[in-house]
């Protein structure tokens, strides 16, 4: 009954938002728009070259792929056509329009927890932006991932639905910063490793995981191979710019910070922040074995021939301009998936208003073997203090033909 009443009142809301005028209407679309930002949605529902939310674009995943579909308010190919019942649902259950049960690409297991007065303004936003007739075959997934009906199991092994609940022993920063990351934002769906059916590892959230051909780094305190030794700032410096002393961004969390967080205000940003950090530091590591000694001479040899012009001889790099390669989460994490993609692929960082140069690594998949490159790699991954586990040429033969599979 409570629920009942509830879908009542959000679609009475969500209905008036729509036909309404005046400052609160106003209001609430601007939350909307805001609440957009927040949930990276243009980044999902908008094909590079194409229209802001018409949808398009094709995400990879390991059960197939999938295509992001038109949410713009168009009758026949966007949700125009949606209920304010339906669009509800589509958050808080993962089932669209007649129902139609949604997969997890689209983060319903973390907007679940939006609260209702958020997902109203959503609502009211996306019934304000441009119509775009762009149909979209979004399930191209094979037999028998494609069966929706699948969801069922797959929701009663891995959702749990529900509203966001304030730590009352936290400050109003961090619950705030807890509601981005758990919620809206959906950090927790790109940095959680996943189980066999894909379904985030509740045990190890936010200790990194991989997707779309890259990985997302561990967020915890991790000194090694998380966020452990960034301070404060250097997060919000790193969200609102894409770069900071240690980093910079590129792949899908170029797009995330190009899309998204360069563009959340500065006390959300510090929100986030103050919340990361109170992240508890998961059990130690064990050590590594020590990698081959020719491997690591051999190493050093093609660094300083190909990477130290930039990365310096101490791996310090140049802060904004070359990633700092000692001491690095990501050089030590322990899958070196990015790794392995940079070196071959080269790869840009993003641009932002704050951050406009984009820095860019030249690929050096024409110059390095993969013998040379696992031997590099491993050298970065065991200097100047880094530990990690030593890569051999099958683990970049096969990262190399994914990526040329899957450029």
Request: charged share 15%; glycine share 8%.
């Amino acid at each position: 009954m409570r629920r009942l009443m509830i879908a009542c009142a959000l679609s009475l809301c969500l209905n008036t938002a729509a036909t309404s005028e005046g400052t609160q209407s106003f209001d609430q679309i601007e939350r909307g728009r805001y609440l957009a930002i927040l949930g990276d949605c243009a980044g999902c529902h908008s094909r590079p070259g194409g229209k802001p939310f018409a949808g398009g674009l094709t995400l990879t995943t390991p059960f197939g792929n999938l295509v992001t579909p038109n949410i713009t308010p168009d009758q026949d190919t966007g949700i125009g056509h949606w209920t304010a019942d339906e669009f509800v649902s589509a958050l808080r259950d993962g089932r669209g329009h007649n129902g139609t049960r949604l997969y997890p690409a689209m983060p319903y297991p973390t907007y679940t927890r939006m609260s209702d007065d958020d997902v109203v303004a959503l609502r009211s936003y996306f019934s304000t932006i441009e119509p775009i007739h762009n149909p979209v075959v979004s399930n191209q997934l094979p037999f028998p991932f494609n069966i929706r009906l699948s969801m069922l199991v797959w929701n009663a092994v891995n959702f749990t639905p529900g509203r966001f609940q304030p730590d009352p022993t936290k400050s109003q920063q961090w619950n705030r910063g807890a509601y981005i990351v758990q919620g809206p934002g959906h950090c927790v769906t790109c940095h959680t490793p996943k189980n066999i059916l894909g379904g985030d590892k509740s045990d190890a959230t936010l200790t990194g995981a991989t997707l779309q051909g890259w990985f997302a780094p561990n967020l915890t305190m991790d000194e090694r191979t998380g966020i452990g030794r960034w301070s404060a700032q250097d997060l919000v410096q790193y969200l609102k710019t894409g770069a900071n002393a240690w980093t910079l961004a590129s792949g899908p969390m170029a797009e995330a910070v190009s899309h998204s967080t360069s563009q959340m205000s500065d006390g959300d940003l510090e929100s986030i922040a103050v919340y990361l950090k109170d992240q508890g530091r998961p059990a130690t590591v064990a050590a590594e074995p020590a990698p081959n000694q020719n491997m690591l001479r051999t190493g050093e040899a093609i660094y300083k021939d190909n990477c130290a012009a930039c990365h310096r001889d101490n791996g310090a790099g140049d802060s904004g301009l070359f990633p700092r390669l000692a001491g690095s989460a990501l050089v030590q994490a322990p899958d070196p998936t990015t790794l392995i993609r940079v070196v071959l692929q080269g790869s840009r960082a993003v641009s932002t208003t704050a951050a406009p140069t984009a820095p860019a690594m030249p690929p050096f998949d024409w110059r390095l073997n993969d013998a040379q490159a696992a031997a590099v790699l491993t050298y970065i991954r065991n200097n100047w203090g880094n530990a990690a586990a030593a890569l051999d040429a099958r683990t970049v033969t096969r990262a190399r033909a994914s990526l040329s599979a899957n450029p």
